[in-house]
Each structure stands twice: as structure tokens, then as C-alpha cells.
């Protein structure tokens, strides 16, 4: 006797998609491939690091793990987050997307099973993640503590806010190359807007400094749109929780993983009430 | 069982569906027709909740699509125009992940009966991008069948089969009708049609132009019927009489074929055969001449088109 009720039949199509979903992505190459390279970036993070400390003479390196989970995750997320997106273009550009609507599936059901996939398949990344890590403190006799636990649960949510975001820019670009497109452009532009603040904050402005200088209008505009980046950004959120977890900041920490969590929840709203609105045939 | 209620859609400023109110009865075969360009697949696709009707509504087993989508989706079975399907799956892969959907029970067990019926069981390992257009659409089937739908939606569903192929879906269309399932198809083969379908709607630019039985279709289309009758060596004076009689507007004689035309408000078969029995003609063989579907379709079809296009005209010497 099937279950009736909407919201199980719904459950049961986010269960089947997400199942096949995480099948497709763990079946390729491209994931292990990406979890190798994190693992050595974040490997050559973590040397670098330990040379630092040695040839300076510094006796104590605070939180040396943060940087190469920060890598790792980054890279990671940035890989699902478009092969999520290219999922859901892919279903739309072949039409099955359609095919699959003539069942018992409607745009959440299929933009949640694709997302729960994905950020399933980051928990597999993170695990191979967290055996690095005992590995590294093992070999390298370095602690690992509680707040090293927080920075792998932050984590999981900003790699589920990049996949959602993901699905976000797949079903507002329709066409596969265009979703791609607008999902690497934004996180350009996002990445690109605080480097640039990096880089103007250290120019050297003139000695009798005017409101006129070009320098200082380029850096004030740029920190006004940094500080809104920093809030819509979840690498920037990521590392905003990083820096409050090493400052022993648990209400900053708090406060950061709720944006993570609301820019999620934003995101996958915003690309199921979408996709309802442009409809499976786009 | 499906309702449709001055179902509208428009695409920007083009009106493709037009004021659709059509009414499926449970248990019967509806052809749906139309040339092409009429709104068939775009009515269908508003019928599935896939295209959001402009104005309108659609009911499905008393419901309303959108308000009930789960309820409804998983008691129809589809067979779309455009067969799109995951071309990296192995045919039973793509069954199975359906089946999984649908939650079938047993769903091994009914796959493989299907794929056996229709001749895809020993493909049943390869990649569906392999398959051919023919094949694509026998798996289509198979996927719109696991679940043992109570309503059977079909756009062009022999299109790319083979002879073999068309006999096998109309034996497994047959054995659904039988089981009392509902079923809607939209077809330019006519002829398929006509065998099939208890009555038919014809649509064309976006309106339904008329939606009934087969044989008042044939009585609306025709002014007058006709008898082909198969004499042996009819007389002169017998076929003078014969085109004589109150009933009949013109005989056509081909050989010792005649073709009587009659008034089209009965059956004169039986007054025909009364009077060749009293004069003694020796008939080898008498049978009504039907209007075809394809041919009730032409005529409703063009005399609309033509109606349209006469007032669109005058509508534009007027501006």
C-alpha cells in the first residue's frame, strides 16, 4: 500500500534522485581527483607552515590545520557546486528533467535530491579530510582540538551554501555552458572584490592625502562593497568563523554559521521558486 | 476523468491553446487530432502540470493538477512525442530508477513482463543511447506501464515502430482499455485512431472543433451515405429503377459495382436489399461506405480554417 501523503511521496523522490545523483558523481574520476589535489595543496599548506614556524624561530603555530582544511574545503566545494550546477542544466538542455515530472517529482523534490547528493558526497570528501588530519597531528605531533571539529562542521555548511548556489545559477542560466558560466564569474567577482581590497588597503597614498585621491575613493568604495561581499560570501563566512573559533569567539561562530545557514536556505528557496517559475521545459 | 476548462496559454503575444474545454470519460480511448501547429502537444503538456495553463483549469480524477500533483502524477503513465532519456543508463537501469520512483511493487518482475512483451528483454543491458528511435519509444512505453497506470497519456505513440511494433501496442493498448484504463492519444495516424478511439476531439489554431463519437462525426461530415453494392449482371432497366427510388440522391456504376448514394438521416441497407429481392437481382455483396476518420478530419479541419480565415480578412479591410 503506497503512502499517500505529499510529503512522503515527496521524500521518496529526493531519496531516488539523490541516490542516483551520488552514484553518477562517486562513479567518476573527477571527485577523487579533486580530493587528491585539496590533499596535497593542503599537505604543502601544512609544510609550509611548519617551515615557517622553524626558521622564525616561533614555538607556537595557532590552529596549523585551519589552512589546509580551509584549502581543501574550498576546492572541494567549488567542484560540487558546479557539477551540481551542471546536473541540473543537463537534465533541463536533454529534457529529462521534463521526463522525470511526468512521476511523482516536482522542482523541490529534484533540486533537493540533487543537492542532498552533493553535500553527501562532501561528507566522503571531508572524511578523507579528517583522516589527513589524524594523520598530520600523528606524524607531525601537533594537537588537535574542539575547535578543529567546528571549523569541519562550518564547513559542510559552506560547501552546502556553494552547492545551492550551484543549483541556483543552473536553473537561472537554462544552458548548460551559460550556468558554468555565471557560477564561475560570481565567485570571481566575489574572490576578486576582496583580493582587490587587500591590494589597495596596502597602496601608499600620497603624504598630504585629499578626499580627492584616487586611491582612497577606490579604497573606501571598495570597502563598503568588501563588507557586503563578506556577508554574502561563504568562503568569507568560512573564514570569519576560522578567525572567531582561534580567537575562542563562540557567539561570533554562532553568527557565522547562521548566515551559512540562511544563505543556504536563501539559495535553495530561490532555485526551487525559480525553476517553478521557468518550468521544466525552460 | 481528465477536465479541461477554457484552458488558455499564450507565448508572449501568441495565443497557441485557445478556450480548450474537453471532458475524458474513465474507460474510454480519446483520440486527440489536430494538424500540425494546432496545440496538441501544448495541451497535453498543460494536462501533465509541465506548461501552466495562461487561463483555465485541468482536473484529473476530479482534481486539480497543481493542487494535487504527487496524488495524481503517480496514477498516469506517459508516452511523450519526444522520447528523452538517460542515454548513459542501461535500459534496465532507467526502468528500475522509474520503477524506484514510482515505488512499483515487484518491480523486477513487472519490468521484465513488459520488456518481454514488447521485445526488448534481450536489450535489456544495453545503453539506451544505443537504442534506436523504435525501440526508445517501446521503453517509453514499458516506463508508462510499470506502475500500471489508471490513465495512459499518449503523444504519437506508434510514431517510429515498426509494423511489429504497432501490432504489439495496440494489443497492450487493447488489454488496458479492456482493464478499464483510461487512455488519450494524440496521433497523426489516423487510421490507428479510428480503430481504437470510442470518440475523438479535433483541434486546430489553439480551439477544439468539435469532440465526439466516430459515427456522429461521420453524420455531421457527410451530407449523404453511400451503399457499395456488388450485383451479378444487373439489368438496365433494374439500375434505372434502382436510381429511381425516393432514397437515392445518385448511383455510380463502375462495371457490375454500383455505388448508391443515399439521404444521410438512415441506414437503407435494408430497404435496398428488400427491393433488389423483389426483382430477383442476384447481390454478391452489399456494404456501407464509411467516411474515414482522415476524411471527417480534413473537412472539419479546412471548413474551420477557411471560416477563420474569411473573417480575419474582412476583420482586416475593416482596420
Known amino acids: 500500500m503506497i503512502n499517500q501523503n505529499a510529503w512522503y511521496q515527496r521524500w521518496n523522490a529526493i531519496k531516488v534522485i539523490r541516490g542516483r545523483y551520488s552514484q553518477v558523481t562517486l562513479e567518476h574520476l573527477g571527485i577523487y581527483v579533486t580530493i587528491a589535489i585539496a590533499l596535497v595543496m593542503s599537505t604543502l599548506a601544512i609544510h609550509n607552515t611548519l617551515r615557517f614556524t622553524e626558521r622564525n624561530v616561533v614555538f607556537v603555530a595557532r590552529?596549523?590545520?585551519?589552512?589546509?582544511?580551509?584549502?581543501?574545503?574550498?576546492?572541494?566545494?567549488?567542484?560540487?557546486?558546479?557539477?551540481?550546477?551542471?546536473?541540473?542544466?543537463r537534465e533541463r538542455d536533454r529534457k529529462t528533467l521534463e521526463a522525470l515530472m511526468y512521476g511523482p517529482v516536482d522542482e523541490s523534490a529534484f533540486l533537493l535530491g540533487i543537492f542532498l547528493a552533493h553535500v553527501q558526497?562532501?561528507?566522503v570528501a571531508l572524511a578523507f579530510l579528517f583522516i589527513w588530519s589524524n594523520l598530520a597531528v600523528w606524524l607531525l605531533n601537533l594537537g588537535i582540538s574542539l575547535e578543529v571539529y567546528s571549523v569541519f562542521f562550518v564547513s559542510v555548511v559552506m560547501a552546502s551554501a556553494i552547492v545551492a548556489f550551484g543549483l541556483l545559477t543552473a536553473v537561472w542560466g537554462d544552458k548548460t555552458r551559460t550556468a558554468l558560466v555565471i557560477f564561475i564569474l560570481i565567485l570571481l567577482f566575489l574572490t576578486g572584490v576582496q583580493i582587490a581590497d587587500q591590494i589597495v588597503s596596502n597602496m601608499v597614498v600620497s603624504s598630504n592625502p585629499t578626499s580627492n585621491d584616487p586611491i582612497l575613493i577606490i579604497r573606501n568604495a571598495l570597502a563598503i562593497v568588501t563588507r557586503l561581499v563578506q556577508w554574502l560570501s561563504p568562503y568569507a563566512q568560512l573564514i570569519q568563523a576560522m578567525d572567531a573559533v582561534a580567537n575562542q569567539s563562540w557567539i561570533g561562530f554562532i553568527t557565522n554559521l547562521g548566515v551559512l545557514v540562511i544563505q543556504t536556505f536563501v539559495l535553495l528557496f530561490g532555485s526551487v521558486k525559480l525553476l517553478t517559475i521557468k518550468g521544466a521545459r525552460g | 476523468m481528465i477536465t479541461t476548462n477554457?484552458?488558455?496559454?499564450?507565448?508572449?503575444?501568441?495565443?497557441?491553446?485557445?478556450?480548450?474545454?474537453?471532458?475524458?470519460?474513465?474507460?474510454?480511448?480519446?483520440?486527440?487530432?489536430?494538424?500540425?501547429?494546432?496545440?496538441?502537444?501544448?495541451?497535453?503538456?498543460?494536462?501533465?502540470?509541465?506548461?501552466?495553463?495562461?487561463?483555465?483549469?485541468?482536473?484529473?480524477?476530479?482534481?486539480?493538477?497543481?493542487?494535487?500533483?504527487?496524488?495524481?502524477?503517480?496514477?498516469?503513465?506517459?508516452?511523450?512525442?519526444?522520447?528523452?532519456?538517460?542515454?548513459?543508463?542501461?535500459?534496465?537501469?532507467?526502468?528500475?530508477?522509474?520503477a524506484r520512483l514510482l515505488e512499483v511493487e515487484n518491480a523486477e518482475e513487472r519490468a521484465r513482463e513488459?520488456?518481454?512483451?514488447?521485445?526488448?528483454?534481450?536489450?535489456?543491458?544495453?545503453?539506451?543511447?544505443?537504442?534506436?528511435?523504435?525501440?526508445?519509444?517501446k521503453l517509453g512505453f514499458v516506463r508508462a506501464l510499470l506502475h500500471k497506470p489508471e490513465v495512459l497519456i499518449l503523444d504519437e505513440p506508434v510514431s517510429g515502430l515498426d509494423p511489429f511494433g504497432i501490432v504489439q501496442v495496440r494489443e497492450i493498448l487493447n488489454d488496458e482499455h479492456e482493464a478499464g484504463t483510461t487512455i488519450m492519444i494524440s496521433s497523426h495516424i489516423l487510421s490507428e485512431v479510428e480503430r481504437t478511439a470510442d470518440r475523438v476531439g479535433i483541434i486546430a489554431r489553439g480551439r477544439l472543433l468539435v469532440e465526439d463519437t466516430m459515427p456522429n462525426l461521420r453524420h455531421i461530415v457527410s451530407l449523404q451515405s453511400q451503399i457499395e453494392l456488388d450485383l451479378y449482371q444487373p439489368e438496365e432497366t433494374l439500375i434505372r429503377d434502382l436510381s429511381a427510388l425516393p432514397f437515392v440522391t445518385s448511383l455510380d456504376r463502375q462495371n457490375d459495382r454500383l455505388i448508391v448514394s443515399t439521404q444521410n438521416n438512415k441506414d437503407y441497407r435494408a430497404e435496398l436489399g428488400s427491393f433488389l429481392a423483389g426483382r430477383g437481382a442476384v447481390v454478391l455483396g452489399m456494404r456501407m461506405?464509411?467516411?474515414?476518420?482522415?476524411?471527417?478530419?480534413?473537412?472539419?479541419?479546412?471548413?474551420?480554417?477557411?471560416?477563420?480565415?474569411?473573417?480575419?480578412?474582412?476583420?482586416?479591410?475593416?482596420?
Open chain 2, 114 to 137: 513488459l520488456m518481454e512483451r514488447l521485445k526488448l528483454w534481450e536489450f535489456k543491458d544495453v545503453l539506451v543511447g544505443g537504442y534506436s528511435s523504435g525501440m526508445q519509444r
Open chain 1, 121 to 123: 558526497i562532501f561528507l
Open chain 1, 63 to 89: 590552529q596549523p590545520l585551519f589552512l589546509p582544511i580551509f584549502i581543501c574545503t574550498v576546492l572541494v566545494s567549488l567542484y560540487l557546486g558546479a557539477i551540481a550546477s551542471v546536473s541540473v542544466s
Open chain 2, 6 to 98: 477554457s484552458l488558455k496559454k499564450k507565448f508572449g503575444s501568441f495565443v497557441a491553446v485557445e478556450d480548450i474545454s474537453l471532458n475524458i470519460e474513465p474507460g474510454e480511448i480519446y483520440g486527440f487530432l489536430g494538424p500540425n501547429g494546432a496545440g496538441k502537444t501544448t495541451t497535453i503538456l498543460m494536462i501533465l502540470g509541465i506548461l501552466k495553463p495562461t487561463a483555465g483549469e485541468v482536473r484529473i480524477f476530479g482534481e486539480k493538477i497543481n493542487k494535487k500533483p504527487f496524488m495524481i502524477k503517480r496514477r498516469i503513465g506517459v508516452v511523450a512525442e519526444y522520447q528523452n532519456f538517460y542515454d548513459e543508463m542501461t535500459a534496465w537501469e532507467y526502468l528500475l530508477f522509474f
Open chain 2, 289 to 319: 461506405i464509411e467516411t474515414s476518420l482522415e476524411d471527417a478530419f480534413i473537412t472539419i479541419t479546412e471548413k474551420h480554417i477557411r471560416e477563420w480565415t474569411s473573417s480575419e480578412l474582412q476583420q482586416e479591410k475593416r482596420d
